[in-house]
C-alpha cells in the first residue's frame, strides 16, 4: 500500500472477525470504524461559527440523489480547499442552512432547513427532505454565512402505483480522471431526463501526475496528494476533492438527481469481498476497504441506511417509479466469492462453475428474485455493475472474463430461473426485464438469451452498457476486434469503443436506446453524436434498430 497505516489503526485489525470488528480501541480505531450517525458526533467537536468561513467552502458543487416519491436527498460537501484530507476546514462543526422551492428563483420555497456539517464525516452534508409532492421538479441550494452554493435542480418519483406513460434516464459509468476530460458530463447536464444512474468507478485509486494525465494541464499542477494510490481515508477524501471539482461533473449533479453505486476501483481493482487484488492480509484489506467505503458515503447523495460499518455498507436497495419501472440497484463487489481460476480472461472450469459461485451473494440474489415476485411494475431494470450476458472472446479460445457474470454462470442462472419462475403465464407480456452495466469501457447492446449455447434460442430481456466517461482514453468507434466480437456473439447487437453515455426512454409499449458518443476526450472540445438507436418493444423482447 503506498500510505501507512497508524500502529493504532493496525492494532485494531487484529482484533477482526471474519467482516467484523471485535475489539477497538482509541480515538482513531473508532473514528475510522464506529463512529455512529451525525446526531451521535454532534458533541465530539466545537462549533465554528458560520462567519469564519472565510472564502467559498462549495468547490464540489451540489448534488441529489435516490428521488422517492414523497423525498429527496440533497448532498453537498464543505471543501474550501479540496484537494487536502480537511478540505482547509478546522475539527469543528459547522451549520449549513439549506432551501428546497418549486422554482429556480426560490420565490415559493415549501422546505427549508439546517443541518451540522461535521469534520468526522468530511463537512458532508445529507438532507432527506420529507414531505414532497410527488412526480415534480424542485429546486435546491444551500448557505453558509455570506456563501451560497450552485442552484441544483432534483425530482421526485411518481406515486406507488401511478400510471406513469413513460420515464426518461441515463446509464453512466467509469469515470478516471487522468484519461480524459468529463465532455460527456458536460452534455449529460443538458439532456432532459428524470434521474442518472451511475453502475460504477466513480473514482480510480491510481495516482494522478501533477499534469493531470492525459488532461495535460498547462495552467494548473495537481498537488502531490493526488501522486499516490489511495490506501487511506485521507487518500480517498483528497481524490473524490479531485474528481468532484470538475466543472461538468459538477454540472450533472447540479442537472440531475444520480442514483449511484460502486464498482471496485472505489476501492481498489477487482477485489471480491475481503479479498484484495493481491490477495494481501485480509486486516490491512479491509482497513482500506473502510476508509473507501467512509469516504464514498460521505461524497455521494446518499441517504443514512447506506452509512458504513466499518468495512461493510449496505448499498444495494430498491427504486420505484410508478407502475411504470422498479430499479433493483446492485452491489456485485461486497459479496462476491472470489473469481476463479486467477481472474483475468480464462477457461470455464470446474471452479468458475460451481454452484456456490456468487457474485451478489446469496441474500442479495434471494433479495432480487423476492423483488420480482413481489413486482406490480411493467419495467424491471436492474443497475448493476459487470456485464451479466455471455461473452465469448473474439479471438475464438474459448476463453471468458472470470470477473463478469460469465465467471460465476451458476449465480447468474439462479438469476434467469428466478426471472421466468415470476413471469406471468402468457409470458413475457406486462413484465419486462433490462439491465443496465458499466465496467467494460465500451458500449455494449446485448439481447439477454435463456441459452447462451442456442442464438435461436428465447430472449428474456436486454442489456443496456454504458461505455465509460473517460476510462480507456478517446476510444474508436469500432475498436479492432469489432468484427469479432460481433460473430462469436450473435446476441449482441450494438458494439462501440467511444466514450460517452446511455440514454432509455421506457414506455408502456417500447423502451427507446440512445447510446451518445463524444469524438474525444483528452482534449475538451470533443462532439456528441448519437451513435446507435434501438427500440426493444413491451411483450416481445429483443433489440431492434430504429
Known amino acids: 500500500m503506498s500510505s501507512e497505516y497508524s500502529a493504532e489503526l493496525r492494532a485494531a485489525a487484529r482484533g477482526l472477525e471474519r467482516r467484523r470488528f471485535l475489539t477497538l480501541s482509541g480515538a482513531a480505531a473508532t473514528l475510522a470504524f464506529t463512529v455512529g450517525l451525525p446526531g451521535m458526533a454532534s458533541a465530539s467537536a466545537p462549533e465554528l461559527a458560520a462567519t469564519q468561513v472565510t472564502s467559498n467552502p462549495f468547490t464540489l458543487g451540489v448534488a441529489s440523489g435516490d428521488p422517492q416519491h414523497n423525498s429527496t436527498l440533497l448532498w453537498t460537501r464543505l471543501a474550501p480547499e479540496p484537494l487536502v484530507a480537511d478540505g482547509g476546514l478546522p475539527a469543528a462543526r459547522i451549520s449549513v442552512s439549506w432551501e428546497l422551492a418549486s422554482d ?33 421538479e424542485y429546486h435546491y441550494r444551500f448557505r453558509v454565512g455570506t456563501w451560497v452554493s450552485p442552484v441544483g435542480r432534483t425530482r421526485t418519483a411518481p406515486a406507488p402505483g401511478a400510471p406513469v406513460r413513460s420515464m426518461r434516464f441515463a446509464n453512466v459509468s467509469c469515470q478516471r480522471y487522468d484519461q480524459g476530460y468529463y465532455t460527456a458530463h458536460r452534455y449529460l447536464a443538458q439532456e432532459d431526463v428524470h434521474a442518472v444512474f451511475h453502475t460504477g468507478d466513480y473514482l480510480y485509486e491510481y495516482a494522478v501526475s501533477a499534469v493531470g494525465g492525459a488532461r495535460a494541464y498547462t495552467d494548473r499542477v495537481l498537488p502531490a496528494t493526488v501522486s499516490l494510490e489511495t490506501a487511506t481515508l485521507d487518500d480517498y477524501r483528497i481524490r473524490y476533492g479531485l474528481y468532484k471539482s470538475d466543472p461538468d461533473l459538477m454540472a450533472a449533479h447540479a442537472a440531475h438527481p444520480f442514483v449511484v453505486t460502486w464498482d471496485d476501483h472505489e476501492v481498489e481493482n477487482n477485489y471480491a469481498d475481503e479479498t484484495s487484488e493481491t490477495n494481501g492480509p485480509v486486516a ?5 476497504r473502510a476508509a473507501a467505503y467512509r469516504a464514498y458515503w460521505e461524497n455521494q447523495p446518499l441517504r443514512r441506511p447506506q452509512f458504513p460499518n466499518g468495512p461493510d455498507m449496505q448499498l444495494y436497495r430498491r427504486i420505484n417509479w410508478g407502475r411504470l419501472a422498479q430499479f433493483d440497484v446492485l452491489d456485485t463487489r461486497q459479496y462476491r466469492t472470489d473469481q476463479a481460476n486467477g481472474d483475468g480472461w480464462k477457461l470455464p472450469t470446474a471452479a468458475s462453475e460451481a454452484e456456490s459461485q456468487t457474485l451478489p451473494g446469496l441474500d442479495q440474489e434471494k433479495w432480487l428474485i423476492d423483488g420480482w415476485a413481489r413486482s406490480k411494475a411493467q419495467w424491471n431494470v436492474v443497475a448493476q455493475q459487470v456485464t451479466f450476458s455471455r461473452r465469448a472472446n473474439p479471438n475464438g479460445d474459448g476463453t471468458l472474463s472470470m470477473d463478469s457474470w460469465d465467471g460465476y454462470p451458476a449465480s447468474r442462472q439462479r438469476l434467469i430461473d428466478g426471472w421466468k419462475n415470476g413471469l406471468p403465464s402468457r409470458g413475457n407480456s406486462g413484465r419486462e426485464l433490462m439491465v443496465l452495466t458499466g465496467d467494460v469501457h465500451v458500449a455494449y447492446g446485448f439481447d439477454i438469451l435463456d441459452d447462451w449455447a442456442d442464438p435461436a434460442s428465447k430472449v428474456l430481456g436486454t442489456e443496456i452498457v454504458a461505455t465509460s466517461i ?42 427507446d436506446v440512445d447510446w451518445k458518443t463524444v469524438s474525444r476526450v483528452t482534449t475538451p472540445d470533443g462532439t456528441l453524436v448519437t451513435a446507435g438507436s434501438f427500440t426493444t418493444e413491451a411483450g416481445n423482447p429483443g433489440l431492434v434498430t430504429r
Do not use: C, I, M
Open 104 to 136: 429556480e428563483q426560490f420565490r415559493r420555497v415549501v422546505r427549508r432547513g439546517q443541518e451540522w456539517a461535521h469534520p468526522e464525516f468530511g463537512h458532508s452534508v445529507h438532507v432527506d427532505v420529507q414531505g414532497l409532492s410527488p412526480d415534480r
Open 284 to 288: 490491512d484489506f479491509l482497513l482500506r
Open 470 to 511: 473517460t476510462s480507456g482514453g478517446n476510444g474508436s468507434a469500432q475498436p479492432s476486434n469489432w468484427a469479432n466480437y460481433l460473430a462469436r456473439n450473435p446476441h449482441l447487437k450494438f458494439y462501440n469503443g467511444l466514450r460517452g453515455y446511455v440514454l432509455v426512454n421506457l414506455g408502456r409499449e417500447s423502451a
